[in-house]
């Protein structure tokens, strides 16, 4: 049983904190925290170096073992071939919390990946979390335990606040806390995971989860591993009402490439990822400034759950530019109601009251309207946010506070209704704004971004649990050893709920006749021979066959195929199975990934996914409901939902299936590699499984 | 004729500027100007204000009259009411260009655009140019004539440099300013044209193209006009090698609602601006930042024309976030040759030495290494452009000069190639290393996206001049006067060089065997109704006939459906044509937009445009190569070029066609509304317009 979240607080918030190698030297690795801690925490700090008397003016130790407490934590800054050592005296005295700073582990290859693992398991067995090695350490805001050697906090301490920032790596981790720091944005904590060899990032997801500091997370992921703790952080973060804005390399494949050459960690798919971190309502961010611009407009704690945006302004294009930027980030813009765009116009017929509500810069002197006029948008517009442009208002002396007040005024008295302006302004005036409860930004873009995110965010902590998804079928068949024939596929994925056509094996050309009229005609015909995976390359389906004659003719000519064009094949006879008509081709698979198990791609069929690529992928298992909300997403969903036209598919069946189907996946996850349904046929009523093969998981499969 | 971009020059670059309406008072509209013109312009300044001996320390004129030198320019900051007149006076002194702050113009409605042609006129008849009214001046930084009433002044004059910026807003283009000069961009002048009576964007444009103080140009956009002139700027701008940078509000609905409501010019479709700024290597931008971040990186004036990066990072993760932006830019990565991988693993074996080049944090001690590794990348390489993250390393005053000074040894030998750094540095250093040339970001993505823009901007600046579009064909007929049938239109097309299918009309079932036989079968049936516009939905169209029975039974049948399902149609009879198989079914159209004119649409037919949106548009004229470059740019492509198995189709004979369409639309181009080619059969060896609509312009259409 993997210890709790609150197992790191004493890395995280320790009241005592010794320093294994510690250096006297204050810009080398021993020496800059302590150091740091020095000038910033206020609990016990213990140096121990076993050549030393005094370390900056503290009493040293030889070892930790001779610490005159059990310290909460150690810092590390000892050489690898050392550290196992000094791991064993810090257990041995009661230390519970290990940050390694040392390199010379798993990054090196396999013997330090041995060393690595002894550290570890030395560490854990021994009551204590182990955070690294190779990482940068961590810091916490409010008990000021600068345990790292990163030299950015030198320039400065980061401003305290709510916002945590964890990072697997330790170089980006700090450029991270810079810009943090340049941008006043206000931390709670900071951590670096380095090697994960114990402490990773879930870990510290699962931490902030529950620290009553924090109340945004900011992640910054190199490679994702074990989903179940992962999902279960990202879950409890979630519940908590808590933010996740996440940086996740390796979108692509060159990046993903990189990232091999980089960490020898096995990657998920990103597409994977993606639609994982969506599940949770994570906020994945493509840039630092997107992510500090999420962080910071989420630290005001307030989630809308609609999407209707506001938005005055003193500039007609600047509130055009911010429709646009409403519309690409998926926000509403209704108009204000028809009797208070009448007031609007019969107080200042100047202005534009609809949505953007101009005001043009011929308000500057009416600020008292102004303030009306915002009052107006937050009381009877129905906003659920409000972006306003002021530009350089508030630089002006004489303008500033006016506007501020007047602002403030209409803002006071609906302090659940987040509202970001984009203003241009002096540290001293735009850091009032901010204590007054606005949202400052310079970009007008950027202002109703962060908007739009907040909205996720809201509706991702409204949704309530997902109901669990539904049970196997009770007699369920085993997933195959032996990659399926369509028969047997079809006979599991029958099995487990989803239907499939009926299929009668014919060794003659009088059984085919007898099946075919047992199914009803017209029916399709196909070979069954396990030395061809790909009977339509050889011309091996006869389809539409609508009588006696016809299915007779067409066993002699598929027969005949066979024999000229893969003559030492095997033939086990041939298929007959209903022609399925009338309805729309999709394609419904399951593929293994490596990290998050087994995923369930939809899409139509034939071009659409191979060319247009429009599917939709989901991890197993899922409802009903979810499988929906899939099918509703793709591109051409029109066409099963009876565009220009087209009779309406029955969609409910398509989501049953696919739920059956990822709850299958998910019940033999460790023995299937993929399974193709292609095409399952879609019907106004009903639909059909027409072809399927199930390949089990290779048994040597790494993992 | 219209007067040329030099007549900007008494606006832009003059020697003396008159103050119509100037106040003593330095805080009001006709204050400020003398104000800001007094500190830094150094010219003659005459204030003109009848009621005052002087302004500000200034001898005060009563009229323009009066001046004692024809001054260059003069800014007019009287009321709306008296703008004529001072206007007059004005152009009386011998004055070439005209300031004009006052509003009350066509943003009030039907007589403030009376009085806005009329001041336009009186300028332009007196050999003056107007800018505004309704504007907030311009400026030039060189010559220091800040004719203008934004208090953004008051706070810094922008640094000089060599962008422009040129915006038709001027909230929106103080907004820029302020936000340049925060960023520290270089300005060489600075432009906004409010209600555009006579100088307008294009103009700006076209005068910055020729400016030889200016090398970028920054634009903001609300509404564009006149694509001629419009495009002729643009192109004037390529041809100098001048990068545009635009952003152009309304991309969406809502926006381009706003907009409406803001301005009442007719805009023209936003996905045809799209569409004709790409064609002139105009970088779209969305926010402020991608805008300045795109003129930085221009300003260093070095546009490589092939797109392989090279990535230096000290952190893996940092390289990971690189390569995948690289990919999202449409940069590509190329690996460093081999034999170089291997003389940097032979100097520093935990180096990673591919692309990115992973030199690791442990390289801090080691920046002759660096150095190599950078000449490395550089001359062994073969990068068009170099992004390398170093992180705060220049923020280390033990490191900052040694890095800078290791980096330049080898980018000193490579002035061609454009270097972006991502590093953290308080204002000094930074400083430092962009003087040493080295284009510096905070975030890697941004560093990646600027140097992709620069390539951008390289293909487009290396791209020669379009070919001429072909000529029309000698013998093409004249554009229908009324909405055409089928027949009317295909003979149409065939006259402008488009294949169609052949049509016989006949008016017997005896006429229809005889067509049909003169034309071989198969053949299809239509009927011809001038009372049925869409044939198919009363079962109007009968196909794959294959015999004189079928033909005869279809003429029948045809007829019969008619008579029941539109009783009072009259019909015309039916068409006979071959029965084009074999083929994918194209859609070639024509919509009229308002600013820019006929523009070209083509896609695949049915779903693919209707469902997945999958076309592309071009303006016309173009001529084949561009036409095969639209074919290219779609999605579901590859169905044309043989995926999967499938026949490759006659692409030339497609491009042919769109050319051509586009030709006889141009030629055309006040008098169609829409051309619909629905479809257009492209075949292995040529291609048949099968089905064909041409609606004429409408008589009462406003422009």
Redesign the interface.
């Known amino acids: 049983m993997r210890p709790g979240a609150q197992s790191l607080l004493p890395l995280l918030k320790p009241r005592s904190i010794a320093v294994i190698g510690a250096s006297d030297d204050p810009t080398r690795i021993g020496g800059r925290p302590v150091r740091y801690c020095k000038e910033h925490f206020d609990g016990a700090l213990y140096p121990v170096n076993p050549n030393r008397k005094e370390i900056q003016g503290l009493k040293a130790y030889a070892s930790a073992r001779d610490l005159p407490e059990a310290a909460d934590c150690a810092i590390l800054a000892v050489p690898a071939a050392i550290t196992f050592e000094a791991v064993q005296d810090c257990v041995a005295r009661g230390i519970k919390g290990l940050c390694v700073f040392s390199s010379g582990f798993a990054e090196m290859g396999a013997e330090g990946t041995a060393l690595q693992d002894k550290i570890r398991d030395a560490a854990l067995n021994g009551g204590a979390r182990l955070l690294g090695p190779n990482c940068l350490g961590l810091f916490n805001a409010t008990r000021g335990n600068f345990m790292t050697f990163s030299?950015?906090i030198e320039?400065g301490r980061p401003k305290t606040g709510n916002v945590a920032i964890a990072s697997?790596?330790?170089?980006?981790g700090?450029?991270l806390f810079?810009?943090a720091r340049?941008r006043g944005i206000g931390l709670s904590s900071w951590i670096t995971t380095g090697n994960e060899a114990d402490v990773d990032l879930a870990d510290a997801i699962a931490f902030f989860a529950e620290d009553p500091e924090t109340q945004v997370i900011a992640a910054?992921a190199?490679g994702l591993r074990e989903r179940d703790r992962l999902f279960a952080a990202l879950e409890a973060a979630r519940r908590a009402r808590k933010p996740i804005v996440m940086?996740k390399?390796?979108?692509?494949?060159?990046?993903?490439?990189?990232?091999r050459?980089?960490?020898a960690a096995l990657a998920g798919s990103d597409a994977v990822i993606d639609a994982a971190l969506k599940e949770f309502g994570v906020h994945r961010a493509?840039?630092?400034?997107e992510m500090f611009d999420v962080a910071y407009a989420a630290s005001r704690r307030l989630y809308p759950v609609k999407g209707r945006l506001g938005i005055m302004t003193?500039?007609?294009?600047?509130?055009?530019?911010m429709?646009?930027?409403?519309?690409?980030y998926g926000l509403e813009?209704p108009a204000m109601p028809e009797a208070t765009q009448a007031k609007i116009k019969a107080l200042v017929p100047?202005a534009?009251p609809?949505n953007?509500v101009?005001i043009t810069?011929?308000m500057f002197n009416m600020l008292d309207t102004v303030s009306e006029f915002m009052d107006m948008m937050l009381t009877e517009g129905g906003y659920d946010g409000i972006a306003g442009f002021f530009?350089?208002w508030p630089?002006?002396p004489s303008m500033s506070d006016k506007l501020l007040a007047a602002l403030k005024r209409a803002s006071d008295k609906h302090p659940e209704t987040p509202i970001a302006l984009v203003i241009?302004a002096?540290p001293g005036p735009w850091q009032k704004y901010e204590a007054a409860g606005f949202l400052c930004f310079?970009?007008p873009?950027?202002a109703v971004a962060a908007i739009a995110a907040l909205v996720k965010f809201g509706r991702a902590f409204a949704r309530p649990r997902r109901a669990p998804a539904p049970a196997l079928a009770k007699n369920a068949l085993p997933a195959p050893t032996a990659a399926t024939d369509e028969r047997e596929a079809k006979r599991i994925l029958k099995s487990a709920g989803i239907p499939a056509t009926e299929d009668i094996l014919a060794k003659t050309a009088a059984q085919a006749v007898e099946a075919a009229e047992r199914l009803g005609y017209p029916v399709v015909m196909k070979i069954v021979s396990p030395d061809i995976a790909h009977k339509s390359e050889i011309g091996g389906v006869a389809l539409d066959l609508r009588d006696q004659q016809a299915v007779a003719a067409a066993f002699a000519e598929l027969r005949g195929r066979v024999l000229s064009k893969a003559p030492k094949a095997r033939l086990d006879g041939m298929i007959v199975s209903p022609m399925v008509r009338g309805g729309v081709e999709t394609i419904l698979g399951v593929n293994r990934d490596p990290v998050f198990g087994p995923v369930v791609v939809f899409g139509l069929g034939g071009?659409f996914v191979?060319?247009?690529?429009?599917s939709v992928l989901k991890l197993a298992p899922f409802g009903r409901e979810e499988a929906l909300e899939m099918i509703r997403s793709i591109?051409?969903f029109?066409?099963l939902d009876g565009?220009?036209g087209r009779l309406k598919m029955d969609i409910g069946a398509l989501a049953d299936a696919l739920s059956k189907l990822s709850v299958y996946a998910a019940a033999n996850a460790g023995k299937i590699e993929s399974i193709d349904i292609n095409p399952f046929i879609v019907l106004p009523k009903g639909g059909f499984a027409v072809d399927a093969l199930i390949v089990p998981r290779k048994a040597d499969s790494s993992s």
Chains 1, 2 share one sequence.
Do not use: C, W
């Not at 429709?323 to 690409?328: G, I, K, L, M, S």
């Open positions: 030299a950015s320039h697997q790596s330790g170089a980006y700090s450029h810079v810009l340049q910054y190199e940086i390399v390796g979108r692509s494949e060159a990046g993903a490439d990189a990232a050459a980089h960490t493509l840039t630092a400034d003193i500039s007609g294009g600047a509130g055009v530019l429709a646009d930027a409403a519309v690409e813009l100047f534009g609809r953007p101009d810069g011929q530009t350089s630089s002006a241009l002096p310079e970009d873009t950027r071009i191979e060319i247009m690529k429009d591109k051409g029109p066409l565009a220009r």
